[in-house]
């Protein structure tokens, strides 16, 4: 049998992914062929996702920087201002 993972990664208070999750496992285990297993990443409260809230409601935002230099020549790419 086939093991299925429903992640639910939203954490905030108003979330709708919750409800979303939930439906998709009922169904995943009404369907029969799969063990689903139902995971909510809110359950484990990790520090980096306690937001209060929204990050496009903050007032700053941080600039991020990802180096892949060693994909086919690629160097570094800017996210973010």
């Not at 409800?19 to 689903?36: K, P, S, T």
């Not at 990050?55 to 060693?70: A, D, E, I, M, V």
Request: with cysteine; proline share 6%.
């Amino acid at each position: 049998m086939l093991k299925l993972n429903v992640v639910v990664v939203s954490t905030r208070p108003e979330r709708v992914g919750l409800a979303v999750g939930q439906w998709f496992h009922r169904r995943a285990v009404a369907h029969g062929r799969f063990e689903a297993v139902f995971v909510d990443l809110q359950e484990f409260a990790l520090p980096l996702l306690d937001e209060p809230e929204h990050p496009k409601l903050r007032t700053s935002s941080p600039c991020l920087l990802f180096s892949n230099q060693g994909y086919r020549g690629s160097g570094a790419t800017n996210v973010g201002g």
